[in-house]
Nanobody, 121 residues
């Protein structure tokens, strides 16, 4: 059983930074392409980053990284905006895809429960 557990969310003022963490339990993270999605109230789940491909709304501000020794993937979020407010979900894809395919949540086999990020104006 593979589990993903996110942490690091919170309340931050506009322009601030946060780093989210996602620990993979049950299998080595090296087996997966990792991604992050987010969902704001009343909106559809939005692609943030998959593997090394970023959504347009976060490009240049967010950075994904991973520490295989800790079985953890990170999302460094800088220059945060109120519109970044959402629940952020970590996801693991069990195979590699063409770049554009990382945007589809259907291509991810495992999901965390999410962590809330709130950016105040």
């Amino acid at each position: 059983q593979v589990q993903l557990v996110e942490s690091g969310g919170g309340l931050v003022p506009a322009g601030g930074s946060l780093r989210l963490s996602c620990v993979v339990i049950g299998r080595a993270i090296s087996a997966y392409a990792m991604g992050w999605f987010r969902q704001a109230p009343g909106k559809e789940r939005e692609f943030v980053v998959g593997s090394t491909y970023y959504g347009d709304s976060v490009k240049g501000r967010f950075t994904i990284s991973r520490d295989n020794a800790k079985n953890t993937v990170y999302l460094q979020m800088n220059s945060l905006k109120p519109e970044d407010t959402a629940v952020y979900y970590c996801a693991a894809a069990s195979r590699t895809y063409a770049p554009g395919s990382y945007e589809s949540p259907h291509n991810y086999a495992y999901w965390g429960r999410g962590t809330q990020v709130t950016v105040s104006s």
